[in-house]
């Protein structure tokens, strides 16, 4: 019985003590956007994402903000934020936003309506925002 106890605690130490993405962690606080291109021409942007546990609110340039619930898909070599607006807005389904996490940069890739991004680059009419960590 206490063979079978210890063998027990060791298997679920060794199945759920492996420590997951960090991402989740890494994401947290406020980001501002500082370009965004697209087939490659490029603009300067002012956005502000803050991403607060589960929840991501967005500011645009003209400071209106969305909320989004969201989720990281980071099980392939092209890492997602998927996220599902709390208002009701014009989207309906969850989108998918390719991402790339480096200290304090972030990319943002986002496709066109109905697309998945491919790849981490301004191609394909994909949009490529550039985010510095707000106070780095």
Partial sequence: MKTSCILL??????SCGAPKSTDQANLQGSWLA???????KTWNVSYLYVFNGDKLFFTDETGKEVTYSYKLDTTG??????????ETL???APVSIAYKLDGDSLKIVIAPPGLRPTEISDKNDQEL???????S
Avoid: M, Y
């Avoid at 605690?9 to 060794?14: A, D, K, P």
């Avoid at 500082?34 to 490659?40: I, K, V, Y």
């Avoid at 070599?77 to 709390?86: A, E, G, H, R, T």
């Fill in 9 to 14: 605690v060791l298997i679920c130490v060794l």
């Fill in 34 to 40: 500082q370009s965004e291109s697209q087939n490659g």
């Fill in 77 to 86: 070599s092209l890492k997602f934020i998927i996220i599902q607006p709390d």
């Fill in 90 to 92: 014009n989207i309906s």
């Fill in 129 to 135: 925002i550039i985010c510095k960590r707000k106070g």
